[in-house]
Nanobody, 116 residues
Framework: QVQLVESGGGLVQPGGSLRLSCAARGFTFSSYAMSWYRQAPGKERELVASITTRHSTDYADSVKGRFTISRDNVKNTVYLQMNSLKPEDTAVYYC??????????WGQGTQVTVSS
């Protein structure tokens, strides 16, 4: 059974940090490009960061220099380290896996709230 399970969300003050994790099961994780998306209330889901099978990374302009995506192909997990968090980073964060043949898997999401 294919699963992507996010964890690590929560409430943090502006300027704080969180580390999100997404554990993968049921598919060949190392063969999948992985991404983090987020969706704030009333807004469309947007791409935050992505990492290829070769560990090349890309980021949305709004998070460059603050967020870092990484992956561990032994633990079948992708991470999103989020520093210098802002209230506008508040959203539900989702991880996504995309295979070379077009298969796509999504996690259930984890809430991140940045507020004082």
């Amino acid at each position: 059974q294919v699963q992507l399970v996010e964890s690590g969300g929560g409430l943090v003050q502006p300027g704080g940090s969180l580390r999100l994790s997404c554990a993968a099961r049921g598919f060949t994780f190392s063969s999948y490009a992985m991404s983090w998306y987020r969706q704030a209330p009333g807004k469309e889901r947007e791409l935050v960061a992505s990492i290829t099978t070769r560990h090349s990374t890309d980021y949305a302009d709004s998070v460059k220099g603050r967020f870092t995506i990484s992956r561990d192909n032994v633990k079948n997990t992708v991470y999103l380290q989020m520093n210098s968090l802002k209230p506008e980073d508040t959203a539900v964060y989702y991880c996504k896996g995309r295979g070379v043949l077009g298969s796509v898997y999504w996690g259930q999401g984890t809430q991140v709230t940045v507020s004082s």
